[in-house]
Structure formats: C-alpha cells, structure tokens
C-alpha cells in the first residue's frame, strides 16, 4: 500500500486578553518545549494527540512527523495577548520545518481555537493558511479544538477537517483526535470529500455557565450527537465561545461537516443553531453563581450540617492572585479550611529563593497587586509546611508553598495560577483533601471533573466578587475593542434567524 506522509504540530493558547501580562516567546521555552518528533507524539497521550497518534499508528503505512512546535505556554491560562514576535517566531520554526521534511499527505494541528495574537485577527485560521501554502492544495489539513474556541468560517477556508470536543469538562479529548486522524485517512483515500457549513450564533456567555453536565448545555451535545448517530460521515462542533478573548470571531459557533453533501451540512447547521438561540435565555442562566460573602455563608452552614467536604469554586479569578474568598474566610473565622490557591510568583520565588523550608515561620502579604480584580493584599500569619514543583491541570508547572494558619487552614502559594481539579493534584503536594471540611478551588467548570463527578463533594458552590471584575458573569463591564457587545445576546441582540444557508467553504481558499 502506499505510504502516508502526515505532519503532525501543535500550537495552543487559552488567551484571556484583558490580563495585563503578555504571553511572550520565553513563557513557550521551558525544559520540554518547544519539542518534535516522538517528544511531540509521546505528549498528552490521553489527549487531543495522544488520539491521533494511537489511531494513525494502528495504519503501519502511515509516517508521522513531528513538526517543530511549541506546547502550552509556562504561563498556563494566566497570561494575556500572545505577541506577535512569539507567534511569527514559531509559525516560521513550524513552516521551515514542514518545508525541510516534505513533501506531506496531510497535516494535523493541535490547536485550541482561543489563541488571541497582536495584530492578527484569527490566529489559528492564519496558521492553517500559511500551512496551506507551505504545504500545496492536496494535502489534507485538519485539526481539533477546545470548544471554548473562537472560530468562524475562516479556518475551514483554508483546512479541510475540523473537531472540535463536546464535554465541559473536556473528557472527549482523544476521541476527537482519533476522530481527526480517522477522517483526514478518509480523506487522503478518497473516501471522504469534506463540505462544510458554519452559522455564528450571536450568544456571548462567560464560561462559567457552559457546564455541560445539566441543560440546556447538555442538551445541545446530545443534539450533536443524535445528528451525527442519524447521519454517517457527520461530525458537528459547537463552539460555545470564551469570551476573555478580545477578538471578532469571539461567541458561538455551529459549524457541520459532511460526507460530499452540502445541503445535509447547511440543514444540520441551521438546525442547531436554532435550537441554541432558543434555549438563549436557560444557556445564561443554568448555573447559579453567588456572591462570595453568600457563598462563604452557605458553605459554613453546609459544614455546620455536616455536608461535608464543601467545595467552593473562585470562578471568576483569571490570574490566580484574587484574594476575595481568602478574606471573607478570615473574617468569618473559618477553620479546616484548604484554598487551592493564590498566585504570588514575587512572594513565592523570593521566599523559595531565600532558602524558605518547612517548620519555617510564615509572616506576610499574599496576594493582590496584579490588577482590580485580585483585591488587596492579605496578610497570613502561619508556618511554611511544604514546598516544590507541580503541574496543574493544563500541564504548566509552577513552584508552590503550603502554609498552615488559624485553625487548622492552609493555603496553598504558587508562582501563577494553578488549576485544580483532581483531588489527587493536592495529594501530589503532600495534602489530605479528605481531611478538609472546605476547599476553594479557582477554576469555573473543570473542577467538576474531580470533585463533582466523581462522588467526592457534597455540596458545590459558585462564587464572584460584587465588583463587575474582570471574570465575573457580567461581560459588560470588560473594555472591549475588538467586538461590539451590543450584537450578541444578551447585551442588545433580540433577534436571530439561521434560515439563511451558510456559505460552503472551499479549502483551498486563502484565510488573510
């Protein structure tokens, strides 16, 4: 059989724009990235890769090249617009490399859908058509995506394949690369000939409440996935959108692929397009989210039930260093209480670097500083219990400190913000969750991943400041530049209509 040639690269970035600091090109240098061949194929193997790499690999006519790429910023999702240098310095790494090892089949990108760039509208749409170009009109280029991606025609102008995954929390990672490895063989075989329709729903909804374990959100996978169980060769995206992403291709987004069959691809967007600006109302309104001092007093009368443990979710703290639900704790005089965490890369490092061990006094200022949104300082007064290294849950490492204080609390410090989600994150750092009546976690949906669906809360809560802060439910407090608010649901959109058949998109087409 003839031999398959297939690039394989990765480029992500979960970009929350109205954060002060940039992602620059050091914060994608580290011990491990930027990475090719089997370091890029052997990476995530129980993700968006690990997927495409196990199916393709089962095809022993198939070659996999592992293009020069970068992988998730150091910085994790706590860092704001990627600069322009970074992103023209690792396009250019990823073009002259699938120059020097072609010619290629087909190219799969590992993308993320929410990378926001200087001065480049549609980055991820942009990279496909320099691909395109690098590449030649034959190859077949497909790629998947976090449903929290900011996508629109754009990119399937100039890629033929897109998947993009369906659960929040984000538990169909390898499938949608097994997905995209299976389709893009399809295609380079010829039995498969990509068409595709894409439709915009003019929804802006902030993360929080696109849990997709209760409707209407759980609705509109299950409405996905009834049209790709009717019809074979269907594959249906629903990109809820992430609105800390500053750019205009931001909200939600319906885009179908079919088998050859444009009309299908067109009535199957329409279809769930409609069907979400129906539920406009519910999608917004599905997750209750207290403010923090009601939050903090439902949580003690849980744990003064004996609910426990009691889990609090910080949901809308983007850098990691809001200090919000720390005070309101201290004031409350909260006690076996674990807060996971608050980012202090000044105080961290140079406590870490002054040779702070534990059984060491703790004596300070955590917190704050970073902007509006993370609140003034706190001082804590406590001993240092433990220190290292750890990965959280987008794969970024950070240094770390627990402290114990008052009765029976401890606070875990780390450089940036750590997302925990899994109980077993915290028994890496030497911590009992268990033992803990409450633990505040900063994090919106992901969480659940570990604490709700697993069985291990009793009870959940969602909290925010009352200041319309940067990552709280009311989107309508952010300066945004780059989209006009008052063209989406709810901020001034009332009608919609997708009655109007989306454009198809050739692949060839240039993405500029």
């Given at each position: 059989m003839k031999r ?10 979960e970009?929350v724009t109205?954060?002060p600091n940039?992602t ?5 240098v ?7 061949d089997d370091a ?5 193997p129980g ?6 790499v ?5 095809h022993?006519?198939v070659e996999?090249v592992?293009?020069?790429?970068p992988?998730?910023?150091?910085t994790g ?5 990627v600069?322009r240098?970074?992103?023209e310095h690792?396009?250019a790494?990823m073009?002259l ?5 072609g010619p290629?089949?087909?190219v799969y990108?590992a993308?993320h859908g929410?990378m ?5 509208p ?5 990279l496909?058509?320099?691909?395109r ?5 034959r190859?077949?280029l497909?790629?998947t ?9 754009r990119f399937?102008s100039?890629?033929d ?10 538990y169909d ?7 995209a490895?299976h389709?893009?063989?399809r295609?380079i075989?010829?039995s498969?000939r990509p068409v ?9 909804s902030?993360?929080?409440v696109?849990w997709t374990g209760?409707s209407?959100w759980?609705?509109l996978v ?5 049209w790709e169980a009717r019809q074979p060769?269907?594959y249906?995206?629903v990109?809820y959108?992430f609105?800390?992403?500053?750019t205009?291709?931001a909200?939600m987004?319906?885009?179908v692929?079919?088998?050859g069959?444009q ?11 409609d069907a979400?600006?129906r539920?406009r ?6 997750t209750p989210?207290?403010?923090?001092e ?11 039930r004996?609910q426990?443990p009691?889990v609090?979710a910080?949901h809308s703290d983007?850098s990691?260093?809001?200090t919000?639900v720390l ?6 005089g909260a ?6 965490g608050?980012?202090?890369?000044e105080?961290?490092?140079a406590?870490?670097n002054?040779?702070?061990?534990p059984?060491d006094?703790?004596?300070h200022?955590?917190?704050g500083?970073?902007d509006?949104?993370a609140g003034p ?14 990965a959280?849950a987008t ?16 606070v875990l ?12 994150m915290l028994?890496?750092m030497g911590?009992e969750?268990?033992k803990?009546?409450?633990i505040?976690v900063?994090?919106?949906?992901h969480?659940?991943r570990?604490?709700h ?5 009793r009870?959940i809560l ?5 200041e319309p802060f940067?990552g709280?439910t009311r989107?309508?407090?952010?300066p945004?530049?780059?989209l ?8 001034g959109?009332?009608?919609f209509s997708?009655l109007t058949?989306?454009?198809?998109a050739?692949a060839a087409?240039?993405a500029?």
């Amino acid at each position: 059989m003839k031999r398959i040639r297939v690039a394989v690269l990765h480029f992500a970035h979960e970009t929350v724009t109205f954060l002060p600091n940039d992602t620059e090109l050091s914060d994608f240098v580290y011990e491990g990235s930027p990475c090719r061949d089997d370091a890029l194929l052997d990476h995530d193997p129980g993700g968006y890769i690990g997927g495409f790499v196990a199916f393709a690999r089962e095809h022993p006519q198939v070659e996999l090249v592992g293009i020069e790429s970068p992988l998730f910023p150091k910085t994790g999702i706590g860092s704001g617009w990627v600069t322009r240098e970074a992103y023209e310095h690792f396009v250019a790494r990823m073009l002259l490399d699938l120059q020097a090892r072609g010619p290629f089949d087909g190219v799969y990108m590992a993308l993320h859908g929410a990378m926001a760039v200087r001065g480049i509208p549609r980055p991820e749409a942009e990279l496909a058509a320099r691909v395109r170009q690098q590449v030649g009109p034959r190859a077949v280029l497909a790629a998947t995506f976090d449903p929290h991606g900011n996508e629109d025609e754009r990119f399937l102008s100039a890629a033929d394949l897109a998947f993009c995954v369906k659960y929040y929390p984000h538990y169909d990672m390898h499938l949608q690369g097994e997905r995209a490895a299976h389709t893009l063989l399809r295609c380079i075989r010829g039995s498969y000939r990509p068409v595709s329709a894409c439709v915009k729903v003019p929804i802006l909804s902030p993360t929080v409440v696109q849990w997709t374990g209760a409707s209407p959100w759980m609705d509109l996978v299950q409405r996905a996935l009834t049209w790709e169980a009717r019809q074979p060769g269907v594959y249906v995206n629903v990109f809820y959108g992430f609105p800390w992403a500053d750019t205009p291709d931001a909200g939600m987004t319906i885009q179908v692929l079919s088998n050859g069959d444009q009309d299908l691809a067109n009535r199957i967007a329409r279809d769930m397009a409609d069907a979400a600006w129906r539920s406009r109302e519910a999608l917004l309104t599905s997750t209750p989210v207290h403010r923090i001092e009601d939050g903090v007093a439902r949580a003690l009368a849980e744990v003064a039930r004996g609910q426990v443990p009691v889990v609090i979710a910080d949901h809308s703290d983007r850098s990691g260093s809001a200090t919000w639900v720390l005070a309101e704790l201290l004031r409350r005089g909260a006690r076996n209480t674990l807060l996971a965490g608050i980012a202090d890369g000044e105080r961290v490092t140079a406590l870490l670097n002054g040779g702070s061990q534990p059984g060491d006094a703790f004596d300070h200022a955590i917190g704050g500083r970073v902007d509006a949104s993370a609140g003034p300082p706190v001082r804590l007064v406590g001993s240092v219990l433990a220190t290292g290294t750890a990965a959280d849950a987008t794969g970024s490492r950070a240094r770390w400190m627990s402290v114990g204080f008052g009765n029976g609390n401890v606070v875990l410090l780390s450089a940036r913000l750590m997302q925990i989600t899994e109980p077993d994150m915290l028994r890496a750092m030497g911590l009992e969750p268990e033992k803990f009546d409450l633990i505040v976690v900063k994090s919106r949906v992901h969480f659940r991943r570990g604490f709700h669906d697993s069985g291990f809360a009793r009870s959940i809560l969602l909290v925010e400041p009352a200041e319309p802060f940067l990552g709280t439910t009311r989107l309508d407090a952010l300066p945004y530049q780059h989209l006009r608010l008052a063209d989406f649901y709810p901020y001034g959109r009332e009608t919609f209509s997708a009655l109007t058949p989306p454009c198809p998109a050739p692949a060839a087409a240039s993405a500029a």
